[in-house]
């Protein structure tokens, strides 16, 4: 089971303001990037990830995303991405991010809760459902002591 996931990338000139640092919304783009990576890890993709029913497909939406921000990342910085698990629920899942420089240095930290949906196409609606047996067996909630004190990757 994993609890931890990252992905490395590198600032592009469209997410920069004209002072070449990273615009904040891009931060929320970097998170679900992030996530997408993740579940492809786990043999998933976010589009018609399969449900417990035969034939069902899930979805992720968010109910929760926040970011702080501490140092700026610049045009064509190279970054790391790490995203965590926090909690794990019936419905819903809690991730943690944090957004590292190449020094190590942290650049921003984020929270994002998604919640597993079924659309119900006859009511079209979406409607919380629990997450897929076949998920909840490849992941974990990290521990405590990962979650709590940041360490930077390049140590």
Request: hydrophobic fraction near 45%; charged fraction near 25%.
């Amino acid at each position: 089971m994993t609890h931890h996931f990252r992905q490395t990338r590198r600032v592009q000139f469209a997410e920069t303001d004209l002072a070449g640092i990273v615009h904040f919304s891009n931060f929320y783009r970097y998170m679900e990037e992030a996530e997408h990576a993740f579940y492809r890890s786990l043999g998933y993709s976010v589009h018609d990830m399969p449900g417990d029913a035969p034939g069902s497909a899930v979805g992720w939406p968010r109910v929760h995303a926040s970011a702080d921000f501490r140092k700026p990342l610049r045009f064509e910085e190279e970054f790391e991405v790490e995203l965590l698990i926090a909690e794990i629920r019936a419905k819903t899942i809690s991730y943690v991010a944090r957004f590292w420089k190449e020094d190590g240095e942290l650049a921003a930290t984020g929270k994002m809760v998604v919640v597993c949906v079924s659309f119900d196409s006859g009511e079209k609606r979406m409607r919380a459902v629990p997450i897929p047996a076949a998920m909840r067996e490849k992941i974990a909630e990290a521990p405590a002591e990962l979650l709590a004190a940041p360490v930077s990757p390049a140590s």
